[in-house]
């Protein structure tokens, strides 16, 4: 699979020869779909809680009596058939949404994403990218001399400069290889890799 190589005015001045298995694969939905829900999902906490009626604060006396008044006959306003009565099967914060998912899929899901950004001509690669400080301005007019607005970053390893730059864009993300993840991939319109990133990854993902 061939990838653009951008020089520093956003130009196409070489491409290069990627590996087949990373950016060479068929696009396969229902996998990239698996693999995005289960980060999503192992990503999440348990930070909601409900009581049951054992929990609710209420008193123990009968509401009514038990005959003669035409309701249906109840022992406490506790009761989850009641308002402000207890939950039958409460959200508790122990609460585990993980899902399983076996490293070779995940790994299949990630490929199936570069490889359709790299037919959509999405993704690009540049020799190196970094600003000489940590100001945001300099960023924002580095990826706009490259033609990017939105768009993800990803870097060999994390220069300070960069992520101090990037902290204030919320359309741009700066990444290492090692933080890459399926949900960052989808969402940018566009990714920008360095050679650096690109020789790591595709050691790292084959």
Excluded: C
Aim: no cysteine.
């Amino acid at each position: 699979m061939e990838l653009k190589l951008l020089n520093a005015e956003g130009q196409e001045a070489a491409t290069l020869q990627a590996s087949d298995a990373l950016f060479g694969r068929d696009y396969n939905e229902a996998l990239i779909h698996q693999v995005v829900t289960a980060y999503l999902a192992n990503a999440r906490s348990g930070n909601r809680a409900q009581k049951t009626r054992a929990e609710v604060s209420h008193s123990t006396k009968k509401p009514f009596r038990q005959k003669g008044t035409g309701n249906a006959r109840a022992g406490m306003r506790a009761s989850p058939l009641w308002r402000g009565g207890g939950r039958i099967f409460p959200n508790k914060p122990d609460e585990n949404f993980a899902q399983k998912l076996n490293r070779k899929m995940y790994r299949a899901g990630v490929a199936s994403i570069l490889s359709q950004l790299a037919r959509e001509d999405r993704l690009a690669v540049v020799d190196d990218f970094s600003v000489e400080a940590p100001k945001t301005r300099l960023l924002v007019q580095k990826l706009k001399n490259l033609g990017f607005g939105s768009a993800l970053v990803i870097t060999e390893s994390m220069d300070e400069n960069l992520y101090l730059s990037s902290r204030n864009l919320y359309d741009v993300l700066v990444l290492d290889v090692d933080e890459t993840d399926p949900v960052s991939l989808v969402r940018f319109p566009k990714v920008l890799l360095t050679k650096g990133a690109l020789a790591k990854m595709e050691e790292a993902w084959q």
